[in-house]
């Protein structure tokens, strides 16, 4: 990489950890996974689990290569995740019969079931922002994440 994000003026001992826009961004994901904690280990279920069943709520019966193209998961890492998943009960994966070369996934009734407990899940107010704030936060977020996957994909 070219350039790194720190700020353009440097204190007198160069830039610090937290004047970084990565170790800022690294370091409340680390306080949103403790916040998710209680549900998750309510659930039994680790993070990645749990989104990847949330994404199957929103749309169930979908390829492995699509289901991990949203979650930006790589099949190596996806996969180990569905068959935890499946040997818990809450989905399970099978042949496209249109084309063999794909693995479907699905809920289970279990699965479908978990979105009762799951959804109850509400950090808005955990964050300290406002309704409208977390709205523009997420949307920027994910804004970012979008442009540095683009810019990625320009330097390959």
């Not at 306080?31 to 659930?43: C, D, M």
């Not at 890492?77 to 042949?95: D, F, N, S």
């Not at 079931?113 to 523009?136: Q, T």
């Amino acid at each position: 990489m070219k350039r790194s994000d720190k700020p353009a003026a440097d204190g007198p001992n160069g830039p610090r950890l937290a004047d970084f826009l990565c170790f800022a961004i690294y370091s409340a994901n680390l306080a949103y996974g403790r916040a998710y904690q209680p549900i998750l280990k309510e659930l039994g279920l680790t993070y990645p689990q749990y989104i990847t069943v949330v994404a199957l709520w929103e749309e169930d019966d979908q390829t492995v290569s699509g289901l991990g193209e949203k979650l930006f998961l790589e099949s190596n890492t996806l996969t180990p995740i569905l068959k935890k998943l499946e040997g818990m009960g809450y989905l399970t994966r099978r042949r496209d019969p249109a084309d063999e070369r794909q693995v479907r996934v699905s809920l289970t009734d279990a699965g479908r079931r978990l979105r009762e407990k799951g959804l109850g899940m509400n950090l808005v107010a955990a964050s300290g922002l406002k309704p409208d704030e977390f709205s523009r936060m997420q949307k920027g977020i994910a804004n970012l994440r979008d442009n540095l996957i683009r810019h990625a994909q320009a330097e390959d």
